[in-house]
């Protein structure tokens, strides 16, 4: 089967400062992979460029066979890709129910302000969103939570409902940045069953950040890794443990992220 995703020879430069370098990564229709590397690596920049935050200077991404460089967020969304943030981004004030319809608006042909405000009253596509954002608050935990306001909830629980919001867009290909991120390990062990409930159940491929080696080595089938924008190795998780590039790579920066979360296998 043809990859979901083809990046090729993507770069992005700030000023002087190559973020990310002539990087090429293949990711399998129904698959679950992490790109990780040292902070500063250019994952981040990487997603940004793939959702169309920012435009690459050169280089393809291929989704399902369109090229994505030079879409705008919304029309790479619309394509089929979701996201969510390093820091979660919520609309705070909102509820959660209205957090997740949100994110159904790249597939609705009435406006986003006519379906959070009923202006006129429901339509039966309105009503719909609604149905479909509470179900997605349900395959996230959060069955009964929908009217609270989403600045309430405990962090682990916002993270969720950036899940949901991601979800309500009918993504094929779902990127969580650092999802787990100030989690503790209870919520962090939910997050990984969550994270295998949306491929296994949904059938949506993921690709995550992420920091915390337990996690990554947990549930990825697929490791890309970077290091200085450019990418230095790819392959399983026993591969990529095994990998003296990689190891050096994250023993150079004794005071990253990574070396700090005490992972034994790679540090
Ligand atoms: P972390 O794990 O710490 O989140 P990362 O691997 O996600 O790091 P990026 O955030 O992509 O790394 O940053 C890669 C490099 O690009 C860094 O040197 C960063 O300072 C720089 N960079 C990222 N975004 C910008 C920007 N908008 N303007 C200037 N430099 C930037």
Redesign the pocket.
């Known amino acids: 089967m043809a990859p979901i995703l083809e990046v090729k020879n993507l770069s992005k430069s700030?000023?002087g400062?190559r973020?990310?370098r002539d990087v090429s990564i293949s990711i399998e229709r129904g698959s679950m992979s992490s790109i990780i590397?040292?902070?500063?690596?250019?994952?981040?920049?990487?997603f940004?460029l793939l959702t169309g935050i920012?435009k690459a200077d050169t280089g393809e991404i291929l989704f399902d066979g369109k090229n994505l460089v030079g879409k705008r967020p919304d029309q790479v969304n619309a394509a089929g890709v979701a996201r969510t943030f390093?820091n979660i981004r919520l609309f705070h004030n909102m509820s959660v129910l209205e957090n997740v319809m949100v994110g159904a608006h790249s597939r609705l042909k009435v406006s986003l302000w006519r379906t959070l405000f009923h202006v006129g009253g429901f339509n039966e596509q309105e009503v719909a969103v609604r149905e479909k954002a509470l179900n997605l608050l349900k395959f996230v935990g959060l069955a009964g939570k929908g009217d609270e306001l989403s600045r309430n909830l405990p962090y682990g629980d916002q993270r969720r409902v950036e899940i949901a919001r991601a979800l309500a867009s009918d993504p094929k290909l779902i990127l969580f940045d650092?999802p787990t991120a100030g989690m503790n390990p209870n919520e962090t062990q939910d997050a990984i069953g969550l994270f295998r409930r949306v491929r296994e159940e949904l059938g949506v491929t993921v690709v995550l950040?992420e920091?915390d080696m337990r996690v990554v080595m947990n549930i990825s089938e697929h490791i890309d890794v970077?290091d200085y924008?450019a990418k230095i190795a790819e392959g399983t998780p026993d591969e990529i443990r095994a990998n003296p590039r990689v190891i050096e790579a994250y023993l150079g920066r004794r005071h990253s992220?990574v070396d700090e979360s005490a992972n034994p296998e790679v540090a």
């Open positions: 700030f000023g400062i973020a990310v590397g040292p902070n500063g690596a250019g994952k981040t920049t990487l940004n920012y390093q650092e950040i920091h970077l924008g992220k």
